[in-house]
C-alpha cells in the first residue's frame, strides 16, 4: 500500500509544493490548506482506481477463474466519488457456462450494472433530496462537482422507499394498553392536472411525551412534547385497503395484543379515515379537534350562534347542535332574501350559505367521532396531525407551490416517512443491491480474491512506511523555497 501511495506521491506532490511556495511567499495559509484538499482529493480518486486495478490483475490471474470464466476485453469505468470522478479500466469475462459476459471485478467490488455513483455518495444525495430541490442537492455532496437533478431524481424514483417490517420476538413488542393513529393527508400540485393530489400520512404512536416546560425554560412559551413509539406511512395510497393493511401488519409485529384495550383512529371524519376500524382490531374513531374548530368557524358571522354551537358541542347534545345550525342556515336564507329584494349582489351570501350547510352535514355525520371525546376523555391526548403533516409532507412537496409528477409524490412521500422512521439509506441501498443472490461460484472467487489482495495490497504484518528518509524530496523544496532560491 505504502508503494501506491508513493507512487501517486511523487506523481502529483506539485499541487502540494505549489501551495507551499504560495503560502511561504506571504500569502494567507488557505493557500495551502486548499493546495492540501486538491491533492487529497487526487490521492482518493487515483488511490481507489488502483486499488481497483490490483484486484482486477488477481481476478485475471486466479487459475480457478481461467477454467469458468474467459477474459473478452478491457472496458473504461468512471465511478462518482466523495473524492470527484475515479476512472479505471477492468476486463469484461465470458462465463464458459452460460456465454454470459460479466464484469467479474465490479461484482466483487458490488458496484451495480451500469453504476455511476458510489452508494455512500448516492445516500447522502437521496437524503439532501428528501430535504431540499434535486438541483440543490446534487451541487452540496460532491465537491466542486455538480450532479444533475435528473440523476439525483432517478436515483430517489428508483428506489422502493416503503420500510420494511419486521415481526418482533414476542418479548421484545411493546406493551401499550392504547395506541393512538392520526391519518390526514397534504394537498399537492400535480404538473398537468387541474386541482391537487392528496398524499396521505398514518402517524402511530402510544403516547406524547414533554420535553421542555415553559416554567423551566424562560424562553420557552408553550411545552414542547414528542410522540412515542412513532412509526409513519406515507403515500398516495390510492387503494385504501393497502394503506390499512400495512397498519395492520405493522401493529400485529409490533405490538403485545393481549396487552392493548384501544385503539384510536384519529382524523377528518374522510371515508378512507374511518375504513380504519374495519381493519383494526379494538378501534374506534375520534374526530380531530382541528378540522372540527375548522367547521365551527364557518359560524364566525354570527358571534352568538357560534358560542351556542360550541357550548352543544361541548356538552355533545346533538339535537341542539342541529337546531343551532338550522338556526344559521335560516338566517342566512333570509339575508339571501332581504338582499335579493334591494337588488344586492349575493354571491357572498350564497357560498356562506353553502358553507353551513356543508358545516350541519359534517357535524351530524360525524357526531360518534365527536361523543367519543366525552366516552375516552381520560385516555386521549390530543390530536397533532397537522403539524405532522407539514414536517413530514408539506416542508418538501407543497410548500413554494412545488409541481410534481404522481410518481414523484408518491416517492418523495415515501421517502420522507422512511426517514422519519430513521431508516438508513445506504443500508436500504445495499440491500437493494444484494436481493438478487449472485452466482456461488463467483462467491468463492470473492472470498478467493479478498484473501490474496489483503496479502498483496497490504502486506502478512500491516502497513509498513518508511521513517528513515525523514529529509525527502517535499523537505528540499521547502528549503529552497525559505532561502529565496525557488523559481
Known sequence: MYQIIQKIYEKNNKILKEGVKRVLNGEDVSSLTSAIKDFTDVLGKELFSEVVTQIEKLVFEDSKRQSEYEAVRFAEKSLITKNGKAKFERRYYKDNETGENVCLTDKILGIDKGERIDKKVKAELIQKASEQSYSRSGKLVVPEMEISATTVMRNVRKNDWKMEIKERKEEEKIKAKNIFIQVDEDHVKERNKKGRTISKIVTIYTRKRTLTKPERIDKVKIPRKELVDKFTFSGLYKDTQEMWEDVAYYIDCTYKKEEIETVFVMGDGATY???GTEWIGKS???????????????????????????????????????????????????????????????????????????????????????????????????????????????ERLSTDAKVWSENGIDEMSQLRAFTQNKGDIYQK???????????????????????????????????????????????????????????
Not at 444484494?434 to 472470498?447: F, G, Q, S, V
Not at 504484518?461 to 523555497?481: F, H, S, W
Open 429 to 487: 441501498l445495499i440491500d437493494i443491491s444484494t436481493e438478487e443472490k449472485r452466482e456461488k461460484k463467483i462467491e468463492k472467487l470473492e472470498k478467493r480474491i479478498r484473501k490474496k489482495a489483503n496479502k498483496k495490497i497490504f502486506g502478512t504484518t500491516g502497513v509498513k512506511i518508511p521513517i528513515g528518509m525523514a529529509r525527502d524530496e517535499l523537505y528540499y523544496e521547502l528549503k529552497d523555497i525559505w532561502y529565496g532560491k525557488a523559481v
Open 273 to 275: 379515515i374511518k375504513a
Open 284 to 394: 374506534v374513531f375520534v374526530i380531530d379537534t382541528f378540522h372540527l374548530e375548522k367547521y365551527i368557524n364557518n359560524l364566525n358571522f354570527d358571534e352568538y350562534l357560534k358560542k351556542k354551537l360550541q357550548e352543544a358541542i361541548e356538552e355533545y347534545d346533538p339535537i341542539s347542535t342541529e337546531n343551532i345550525m338550522k338556526e344559521a342556515i335560516k338566517k342566512v336564507e333570509e339575508e339571501i332574501k332581504e338582499d335579493e329584494r334591494l337588488g344586492r349582489n349575493t354571491k357572498r351570501l350564497e357560498n356562506r350559505l353553502k358553507k353551513v350547510k356543508e358545516t350541519k352535514t359534517y357535524l351530524m355525520n360525524q357526531w360518534d367521532g365527536i361523543e367519543a371525546h366525552d366516552i375516552y376523555k381520560d385516555k386521549l391526548t390530543g390530536c397533532c396531525q397537522e403539524g405532522q403533516v407539514h414536517h413530514t409532507l408539506s
